[in-house]
Structure formats: structure tokens, C-alpha cells
């Protein structure tokens, strides 16, 4: 599964991807520029080392998109990435935390639309805010604030960020309920940016703007849902 490597050309030479979106492919390299040996995955990984690396210097991404970990077993801080080359690990994160590479996953990417609602209090409650169809790389810059305790992802993937411009530790939201900020491993209730996860099977151009944006935002008291 591992072996030496030459250019990031020469993978992708001759290997089908069996149409837009219709298959996940990822490769590790151990060293940075990819160089060194290299593992290529179809599949969940919990621990990369079992496949013959020592560390994880870069990454190509030939269809996605895929969450990474800096822990085995999908713990740990959260990698974003899409279709593309990571040629060094300050290219997937801009956290000064941690460089590690241990474990990966697929992301469930279940729909063209994207709609999320972020509260600021646990369990859907206080001020609310929605956003459909859009990337936002400020909270406060559309009235909202940075205090993030529960989130609803309702259609897409989605990926918040500790700071302002899609910086800082990451949080994958995927289609489902978050009454609290332990649900997506985090260490206080703080989100100052988010952001769409594309799937190249409705997005040609990755991280790309869509052809249609509609952003909507509230901000309200609810005492419930």
C-alpha cells in the first residue's frame, strides 16, 4: 500500500475516478512537497500509521471531500479538505496547535443546498441566526456575534471556524442537531466563521462560489425552537 514516490502528477496518471463525486480517493505523503513514501485511501482510516507512515507531511486530495484528525481514532482537532494538494500541513490548517496526522474520514455530503442555524445557547435557544446557500467570514460582520453554544445543520456540510476569515481550530457540522458545543469536540462555545464543504459532483469548482447565493439572517430571543 506504501512505496516511494515521485510527482503528484503521476498519481492521478491512468486511475478513474468513476464520474464527479462518485468516489472518494485521498493520498498521504510522509514528507512535505510530496515526497517519501505515500499511502492512497478509498475508505476510513483510524490510524494511518497502520498503512506504513511514520508522519503525514502532504496531501492530494483526487476526490473528497475527507475530515482529518491530529489523533487516531477520529479524535483530536478536525482537517478540512477538498479536492486539492496540500503540499505542507500549514496548507490544511491554519491552527498553531497541532501538525499531526493520524486518522481520516469521508464526509457525508448529502445535498446541493446548504441552510445552517447557529444559537447562542445550548439546546436551540436564544439569539438565532440562519444562513442559507452562503459562506460568512464574519459572524459579527452580519450582526451576529462570536458565541456559538448550539447548532442545527440542516442541508450540507459545514465547517466553522475559532476566528474571523476561516482561521483557527475547525468544527465539521454535518447534517444534524448540536445542542452543545461538546457535540462537536469543542472546548467553549466560540465560532466566528463559517463556511460550505463542497462535493465536486454539484461543485466543478470546489471552495468556488455557487451560481446562486441567498444569505438570510435573524437574530431573535427564543425561548424554544
Known sequence: MSEQQSAPEQLAAGKSQGGAGATYKVVLFEFENFQGRKAEFSAECKDVSEKGLEKVGSVLVESGPWVGYDRQGFAGEQFVLEKGEYPRWDTWTNSQYSYSFWSMRPLKVDSAEHKLHLFESPGFTGKKMEIVDDDVPSLWGHGFQDRVASVKALNGTWVGYMYPGYRGRQYVFERGDFKHWNDWDSPAPQIQSVR??????????????????????????????
Open 196 to 225: 460550505r464543504v463542497r462535493d465536486m459532483q454539484w461543485h466543478k469548482r470546489g471552495g468556488g462560489p455557487s451560481s446562486s447565493v441567498n444569505f438570510i439572517k435573524s437574530c431573535e430571543t427564543l425561548n424554544k425552537l
